[in-house]
């Protein structure tokens, strides 16, 4: 076997060195890293005017007061309510900034006004009373307003805001007075889901608060409970008047003692006697205040007004829709005569013959039906 030179044997070990040798597997480049998280920036704390006026539950109906969240038309709830009372007493919404809902309808007045006439922006006076709407949201039907112009709160609501002589604006202005405050838009948008400010919307949010002022509990209520202590001996005289010889429970029925029908009681006449019919209608200037019958065109509904609920009556002085009766008593006195006669009188009204002391057991019967529930008072700050 011939011999291999060095240089040979070194070349082929080099070789086989190599031959045994594999090439790296190919490596795939890493991933890419994924972008950090944004980081949200903290929540910005709660301003003044919401720690101030916190959400708060929906008030449970008070004894007597017949009351469901859930059937109202208008949707209720903890949050839209306290929109609704924002707006209700701000004053933003009226042209000049002078005048609220509540410069009206006073919480201390048990949302009436004690005063015979409203008072609007630049001191211009109204030719009507304000009156409450506590247990307002569940009337026998729909009308609202002492002649029943308005079928709903919302509706109710919007009228004095463009009436001149009340809030003096548009529906258009008070919107854009609302929508103009940074606050507000956020709470319309966590209330309905987008910071859209109408008057509807505005409307809605009011007569949300306004269906929470609820009265109940009342001695009357605990006495048709089964409390006999709840009235002394008058007050029971009283009430046995009231659904007796008086008959004020013909139009002043039901858990909210209201029939939310028209009558003419003959307050504001001030005509000559006449009989419906030609004469009837010469008469007409008799009175200064046609109510009703502006809204109907009926005739027959001239000088009516709507009935007002009973509830926290004695705080409601002075009385009717032009708040001529300055008492109770002289309110009682009014049906015992008879009204004041005219040719569109209701036939409900009739003389009552009632004696003096029947008169005073109707009065206190009826200071029985003040109770709690619509109690409030303005919020410490706005938006």
Same mark, same amino acid.
């Given at each position: 076997?011939?011999?291999?030179?060095?240089?040979?044997?070194?070349?082929?070990?080099?070789?086989?060195?190599?031959?045994?040798?594999? *090439?790296?597997?190919?490596?795939?480049?890493?991933?890419?890293?994924?972008?950090?998280?944004?980081?949200?920036?903290?929540?910005?704390?709660?301003?003044?005017?919401?720690?101030?006026?916190?959400?708060?539950?929906?008030?449970?109906?008070?004894?007597?007061?017949?009351?469901?969240?859930?059937?109202?038309?208008?949707?209720?709830?903890?949050?839209?309510?306290?929109?609704?009372?924002?707006?209700?007493?701000?004053?933003? #919404?009226?042209?000049?900034?002078?005048?609220?809902?509540?410069?009206?309808?006073?919480?201390?007045?048990?949302? *009436?006004?004690?005063?015979?006439? *409203?008072?609007?922006?630049?001191?211009?006076?109204?030719?009507?009373?304000?009156?409450?709407?506590?247990?307002?949201?569940?009337?026998?039907?729909?009308?609202?307003?002492?002649?029943?112009?308005?079928?709903?709160? *919302?509706?109710?609501?919007?009228?004095?805001?463009?009436?001149? #002589?009340?809030?003096?604006?548009?529906?258009?202005?008070?919107?854009?007075?609302?929508?103009?405050?940074?606050?507000?838009?956020?709470?319309?948008?966590?209330?309905?889901?987008?910071?859209?400010?109408?008057?509807?919307? #505005?409307?809605?949010?009011? +007569? +949300?608060?306004?269906?929470?002022?609820?009265?109940?509990?009342?001695?009357?209520?605990?006495?048709?409970?089964?409390?006999?202590?709840?009235?002394?001996?008058?007050?029971?005289?009283?009430?046995?008047?009231?659904?007796?010889?008086?008959?004020?429970?013909?139009?002043?029925?039901?858990?909210?003692?209201?029939?939310?029908?028209?009558?003419?009681?003959? #307050?504001?006449?001030?005509?000559?006697?006449?009989?419906?019919?030609?004469?009837?209608?010469?008469?007409?200037?008799?009175?200064?205040?046609?109510?009703? +019958?502006?809204?109907?065109?009926?005739?027959?509904?001239?000088?009516?007004?709507?009935?007002?609920?009973?509830?926290?009556?004695?705080?409601?002085?002075?009385?009717?829709?032009?708040?001529?009766?300055?008492?109770?008593?002289?309110?009682?006195?009014?049906?015992?005569?008879?009204?004041?006669?005219?040719?569109?009188?209701?036939?409900?009204?009739?003389?009552?013959?009632?004696?003096?002391?029947?008169?005073?057991?109707?009065?206190?019967?009826?200071?029985?039906?003040?109770?709690?529930?619509?109690?409030?008072?303005?919020?410490?700050?706005?938006?």
């Amino acid at each position: 076997m011939p011999r291999l030179s060095p240089s040979i044997i070194t070349a082929a070990a080099i070789l086989g060195l190599f031959a045994g040798c594999k *090439s790296p597997a190919p490596v795939s480049p890493p991933a890419p890293a994924a972008p950090p998280a944004p980081i949200k920036p903290p929540e910005p704390p709660p301003a003044v005017w919401e720690t101030e006026n916190p959400v708060v539950p929906l008030p449970r109906p008070p004894l007597g007061v017949q009351a469901d969240f859930g059937k109202l038309k208008v949707a209720v709830t903890p949050e839209k309510v306290r929109l609704g009372r924002w707006l209700f007493f701000d004053k933003r #919404i009226s042209v000049d900034g002078s005048v609220s809902c509540a410069t009206c309808h006073r919480p201390e007045s048990a949302f *009436s006004e004690p005063t015979p006439h *409203s008072t609007g922006v630049a001191g211009k006076v109204g030719g009507r009373k304000s009156p409450t709407f506590i247990n307002g949201a569940w009337p026998l039907f729909d009308v609202y307003f002492w002649d029943g112009r308005a079928t709903s709160l *919302s509706e109710q609501a919007k009228g004095p805001m463009a009436n001149p #002589i009340e809030m003096g604006g548009t529906h258009e202005g008070v919107a854009k007075a609302i929508a103009g405050v940074p606050g507000y838009r956020r709470i319309f948008r966590a209330v309905y889901g987008d910071d859209r400010v109408d008057i509807d919307r #505005i409307a809605d949010a009011i +007569a +949300a608060y306004e269906a929470t002022r609820m009265s109940g509990n009342s001695r009357f209520d605990r006495f048709d409970a089964g409390d006999a202590a709840a009235l002394d001996e008058k007050e029971k005289l009283g009430r046995d008047l009231f659904h007796g010889k008086a008959e004020c429970n013909q139009c002043h029925l039901g858990w909210n003692l209201t029939d939310s029908q028209f009558h003419n009681l003959g #307050i504001g006449w001030a005509g000559k006697p006449g009989k419906p019919g030609k004469a009837g209608k010469a008469n007409k200037e008799g009175f200064a205040d046609p109510g009703r +019958a502006k809204v109907s065109n009926k005739d027959e509904d001239t000088g009516a007004f709507k009935t007002p609920t009973l509830r926290e009556v004695t705080k409601h002085a002075p009385y009717m829709h032009d708040g001529s009766l300055a008492t109770l008593r002289d309110v009682v006195q009014h049906y015992n005569k008879g009204g004041n006669p005219n040719p569109w009188l209701s036939p409900k009204i009739k003389k009552l013959k009632l004696s003096p002391a029947e008169i005073d057991a109707l009065v206190a019967f009826m200071t029985a039906l003040d109770g709690e529930g619509y109690q409030d008072t303005p919020p410490k700050s706005f938006p």
